[in-house]
């Protein structure tokens, strides 16, 4: 990469093509709670987009795009008396409303959520620098995603019709919902990685506080009509802010029955251990991993170099899933380096608008000095950074940097950079890698780069209780959405799917009696007369 071009990667404001423009500041001042856009006079966060702009002087800034609330303990509290107030205990509207109607309130979201695609798509780049095709990708996955989920729900609710009759006992067994969620996503997937948890969660019945992710905020303000407009009043609450702040009371009151959350693992921690009764809070995390790449000594080099870019530099690299260290067998670690930095060299940086980009700037403040650090600790333990310009900053940009040979004592070596900092470690004997995964806190995933069917084989029976999902000559992903999605040790808790994450946010009751004439006959009746909503042979169409 030339050096010229990441010294000028950032745009003049009238470079910036019109339709992507950001021409006035977003002041956001809205939250919903109990059915109500309320208005908020108090501190605001103010948003500075990871792209930077140069002005008519040359000086280069990250362009201020707009505000959000800064709320308080006060409202959040507010926010979950109403989620309390709508569940009910589970006698409220919305956990006692049938299958079918909760799927007609949040079809009628969807097709609403559907306009604002190129609103959120475009706040999707400036807030956190992702490009327009991988924003893209996101808004048009979450949608089917909620599709995916409401065919899952008609599917097992239809399944739910019939009764079960074993040992005598005649039953019938139905999901129903937990009772009240704290939803909270991560700032990467700002939209997907939230709305996979909160739409299950209110599909099943339950009712929600939604607290957006740490950047990628403004572009839920465009939904909140939506979900005004189409949920009951309290179902589902959107409220903005610190989340130690906002959300740590709420855990306090021993109200939240439900905790989803995708971030770090030492924040959901913090967080749960502040609900007093542990056992009566349910959570579904989806945390930290430190992804590993083996790279046999008979890869096919072609398909390894391209599945480790795509795993370890998409999205920059700030991915849950990205390949984080790569274990490279020593007969092919110079090829393999040699056609990695090549082919990243080829990779296009930019502004996130751009046609064909990879490489955009990073959201987090303070994030290009971290990854500066990790590369300078990497250089002082012995390791050289094996490509032109690798750790090249400007500003917010942060040009790759492929780091070899790692070992031990680097931070790079445990450490999650969640950024474009890629580290190779050389080995000879499988068993390396092997033990790396043993002693990680981390247990996400894994890629295994060969041909010999044997040695993958091994890897395989040797990984399969250290990590959720092997992948064979592919990176490391979350997808397809309804495959499992889980992690041991310091990276999950519970697993989400399509089907998964309905499961994860209900529990099975079942209405059972001994099968006698007469029990039969009040069953019939029942169902016969409609007395029932739970006990019922409707089947979804
Ligand atoms: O950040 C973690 C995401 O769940 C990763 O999803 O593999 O589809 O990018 P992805």
Known sequence: MDLEKIKNVFPLEKDIPKEFAIQEFIEQREYLIDGEIRYWAGAVQEIQSPVCIVDKSGKVSRKAIGSTPLLTSKESTEALEAAVKAYNLGHGYWPTLTVNERISHMERFVSKMKEKRHEIVKLLMWEIGKSLKDAEKEFDRTVVYIIDTINALKDSDRDASRFEMQEGVLAQIRRVPLGVAVCMGPFNYPLNETFSTMMPALLMGNTVVFKPAKYGVLLIQPLLEAFKECFPKGVINVIFGSGRAIIGPLMETGKVDLFAFIGTNTGANDLKKLHPKPHRLKAVLGLDAKNPGIVLAD???????????????????????????????????????????????????????????????????????????????????????????????????????????????????????????????????????????????????????????????????????????????????????????????????????????????????????????????????????????????????
Not at 477 to 490: A, L
Not at 518 to 534: V, Y
């Open 299 to 541: 890869a096919d080099l072609q398909v390894a170099v391209k599945e480790s870019i795509l795993g370890s530099l998409s999205y920059n690299g700030q991915r849950c899933t990205a390949l984080k260290i790569l274990f490279v067998h020593k007969n092919i670690v110079d090829k393999f380096i040699e056609a990695f930095t090549e082919e990243l060299g080829k990779l296009k940086i930019g502004m996130p608008w751009d046609e064909g980009v990879s490489l955009t700037p990073l959201p987090e403040p303070g994030k290009t000095d971290y990854l500066k650090g990790l590369v300078d600790d990497a250089l002082q333990h012995g390791a050289k950074v094996m490509n032109p310009n690798g750790g090249v900053v400007n500003e917010t940009f942060f040009y790759p940097a492929v780091m070899y040979p790692v070992n031990e004592h680097m931070r790079l070596y445990k450490e999650e950079q969640f950024g474009p900092v890629i580290p190779i470690v050389p080995f000879s004997d499988v068993e390396t890698p092997i033990r790396y995964i043993v002693n990680s806190s981390f247990g996400q995933q894994a890629s295994i780069f060969g041909k010999d069917s044997k040695q993958i084989a091994y890897l395989i029976d040797a990984l399969v209780n250290q990590v959720s999902r092997i992948n064979i000559n592919a990176q490391c992903q979350r997808g397809p959405d309804t495959m499992p999605f889980n992690g041991r040790k310091d990276s999950a808790e519970g697993t989400l799917s399509v089907k998964d994450a309905l499961r994860a946010f209900s529990i099975r009751a079942l209405v059972a009696t001994k099968d006698s004439e007469d029990n039969k006959e009040i069953i019939r009746q029942i169902i016969r007369e409609r007395q029932s909503s739970f006990l019922t042979t409707d089947y979804i169409l």
